[in-house]
C-alpha cells in the first residue's frame, strides 16, 4: 500500500489494461493520489473517477515537469503498441516501445522515483523457446518488433535496477481477455472479439487456425497480479526482468466450445491471416512458479469461469 505521500501515475491509461488498472488502484488507494494520462481523450469510464492529464510519453521533458508538479512517486507505463500493430509498422513500435521506457527509467533514476510498473508478454520467446510449459530462463529469441522491444525492455529494467537501483517490477502478462476496454491490436486479440461477434452475430470468423494454443488470463487476475507483484517487499524478488504468469491455455476451437454452452447454435470457421505466423512463435503455455514462489501468485479465473464472466457483462 503506498504510504500518505504517495502519487501514482498511470501512462496509457486509456488502453485495455490501463482503464480497468486506474479505476482499480483509485479503488484502493483514493481517487486523487491516481493520475491518469495519456495520448488520446479520457476514456468514457474514467470520467469523474480522478484526475486526467494528457501525456505524449515520448515527450520526457513534459513527462518530467509532470512527475514533478504532481509529486509522482510511483509510475505504471502502459503505452505501447503491440504484436500485430507491430509488424505493420515496426520502427514506430521499435521507437514507442523503447522510448516510453527510457524516458520513464531515467525520469525514476534522476528523481529517485519508489517503484516504476512496466510490463513484458509472453512475446519475449520465440520458436526455439519450448512450447509448452515455457520456462522463465530458456532460449529467448522472439521473430516480432513488439517480442525484440519487450526482450530489450526487460533487459533496460533489469539494468537501471542493478546499476541504479530503479526499483522497476514487471510482468510477462499473457493474452489478456477484457469487457471493459477494446484491444489494442495483439494477436490474442480474437478470443475477445469471439465473444463480441458470438452475442452479436451468433458466429465468429477467427484469424487463428482452430488448434492454436495460447496463454490467456482474465483482465481481473491480471490487475490484481500486478498490484500483488507491486506491493511485495523488494527483498522478495528474484527477477528484475519480467516474470512469467499464468493462468489458462486454450485453442479457438476450445473457447468456442466453451461459448456454445451458454450460447447454443454458436459456430465459428477457420480463416487464418498473418497473425497465425505470430501466434506460432508464441509459447502454448507457461511456467509461473517462481512467480508463484516469489510472491504467492495464483489465478482465480480458468476458460469456464472467465466465459460466464465475460458472456454475463457482455450481455448487460
Ligand atoms: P493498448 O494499446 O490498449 O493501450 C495503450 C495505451 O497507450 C493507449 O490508450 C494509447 O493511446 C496509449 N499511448 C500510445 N502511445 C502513447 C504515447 N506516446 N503517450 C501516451 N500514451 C500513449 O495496450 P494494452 O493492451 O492496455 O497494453 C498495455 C501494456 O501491456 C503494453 O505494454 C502491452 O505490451 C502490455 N501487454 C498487453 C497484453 C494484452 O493482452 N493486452 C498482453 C501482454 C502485454
Ligand atoms: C498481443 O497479442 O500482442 C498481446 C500480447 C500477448 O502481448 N496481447
Redesign the pocket.
Known sequence: MPNRDQKILV?????????ELTLQLRKMYGEGVVIA????EE?PLLKGTGPYVS?????KETFHVLVLRYNITQVY???????A?GEKNPMLAWH??MQ?LLNVLEVAKEENLAKVY??????VFGPDSPKENTPQHTIIEPTTV?GIS?LAGERWCEYYWKRYKVDVRS????????YK??????T??YAIEIFHDAINRGNYISFLKESTYLPM?YMPD?IRATIELMETDASKLTVRSSYNIGAMSFSPREIAAEITKHIPGFSIVYSPDNRQKIADSWPASIDDSLAKNDWGWKPEYDIERMTADMLVNLMK
Open positions: 501512462v496509457g491509461a486509456c488502453g485495455q489494461i490501463g482503464v494520462s495519456d495520448l488520446r476514456h501525456l505524449d510519453i515520448m515527450n507505463l502502459l503505452a505501447a503498441i503491440l504484436s500493430t514507442l516501445n516510453s512496466w510490463p513484458s508478454s509472453i512475446a513488439y519487450k510482468l510477462r502478462y499473457p493474452g489478456l481477455i477484457s476496454s477494446q484491444p489494442g491490436g495483439g490474442t486479440d488470463m491480471a
